[in-house]
């Protein structure tokens, strides 16, 4: 009894968090305070920040749907994107849709 990711689950994900880098980048916010490293990093690149915590949660649960059956509706088998789609994309749209940013995000 094995698992596997497939390409797609490592490819799709890469290039939405690609995007967010891209964006946070290229939207040159400003910096309050460089004294601590992770507020700081937060405040320059907080979609990709977003974007590799909800991927990396999204994981989480597709192992434990593989290895402990915590599966949706309990079939077995299911596609590792299920989890990843959600737990990535969903937080991105909710988060720039409060700070404003969606429509210049989807542009």
Do not use: H
Request: charge should be neutral.
């Amino acid at each position: 009894d094995y698992a596997m990711l497939g390409l797609g689950d490592v490819i799709m994900p890469g290039l939405l968090l690609s995007f967010m880098v891209r964006y946070d980048t290229l939207s040159n916010r400003p910096v309050a305070v460089r004294s601590c490293w992770p507020s700081w990093f937060w405040q320059r690149y907080p979609y990709w920040t977003l974007g590799v915590v909800g991927y990396c949660i999204g994981l989480f649960l597709a192992f434990l749907a593989n290895t402990v059956g915590f599966t949706i509706l309990n079939v077995k088998g299911q596609p590792a994107l299920l989890y990843l789609v959600p737990c990535t994309l969903g937080p991105l749209s909710l988060y720039a849709f409060v700070r404003g940013d969606l429509q210049e995000l989807w542009d």
